[in-house]
């Protein structure tokens, strides 16, 4: 087996399971820290020539993450194509199990059981808040719809304000998000990497938590540490 991953969070979790299967991987694909694979190039601007010349078995990708024309493209050159499909905290674990075994893994790593048994125990706190969670800049994007980070978020005792939002990714002004007074801004450090030099100063007078986008954002063995990564980080931010 071979397989080509165009999904950051997934490399890392074939890495870790199935060492030896991955041919290729993204730019962006940085853990295991000591990845040695092909790069291919972006999650959006994948070198399909210099994947179909790998000649792989399977290229795993996400319907977020990566472009239909790419995909169809390395389809019609071959190759099998392994879409996932992750919005929800439970549909990582099955996504998760689902990709291991088309990778080749004969047992469930006892990470992934950790992972599930982690979140089945995580109670979020007796008072709720609310939050804006931008995710980009120049323009401002924060978190809409039916999202898997949201989903994390919720399960943390957290509500975006734009979860009920037509659009999974809005671009919302930030002067409406500093009107919409939530009791939180949450910062992640990707895909755009706020700090906090970077990102509180445009909400005055509003708690921030700067977040590891890779324990918000990641489905993999990230999932094991994020309850009590990003807990820690939303209880630090109060008004």
């Not at 439970?90 to 982690?118: I, K, S, Y």
């Not at 109670?123 to 994007?141: E, I, K, L, S």
């Not at 801004?185 to 700090?195: G, K």
Request: aromatic share 6%; hydrophobic share 45%.
């Amino acid at each position: 087996m071979r397989a080509v991953c165009l999904v950051p969070s997934l490399t890392e979790a074939v890495a870790r399971t199935v060492p030896g299967v991955l041919a290729g991987a993204t730019d962006w694909c940085t853990h295991p820290a000591d990845l040695d694979v092909v790069r291919v190039g972006g999650t959006k601007n994948p070198d399909t020539a210099r994947i179909v010349s790998l000649a792989p078995d399977l290229v795993i990708a996400n319907e977020e993450e990566n472009r239909a024309p790419d995909l169809d493209a390395l389809r019609a050159a071959g190759i099998g194509v392994l879409v996932t499909r992750v919005r929800t905290v439970p549909q990582a674990f099955g996504e998760l199990a689902r990709v291991l075994a088309a990778c080749g893994a004969r047992t469930r790593p006892r990470w992934l059981d950790e992972a599930e048994e982690v979140w089945s125990a995580a109670r979020p706190p007796g008072r709720r808040r609310t939050a804006v969670v931008p995710v980009w800049r120049r323009p401002w994007m924060v978190l809409g719809r039916d999202t898997f980070a949201g989903d994390v978020l919720a399960r943390l005792g957290v509500d975006h304000l734009y979860t009920g939002h037509a659009d999974r990714y809005p671009r919302v002004p930030v002067e409406e998000l500093r009107a919409a007074r939530p009791d939180l801004v949450v910062l992640p450090d990707e895909p755009y990497r706020f700090t906090a030099a970077d990102g509180p100063e445009a909400f005055p007078g509003l708690p921030c938590a700067l977040v590891s986008g890779r324990h918000l954002t990641w489905y993999g063995p990230s999932l094991v540490r994020a309850p009590q990564v990003l807990g820690r980080a939303l209880r630090a931010a109060r008004r």
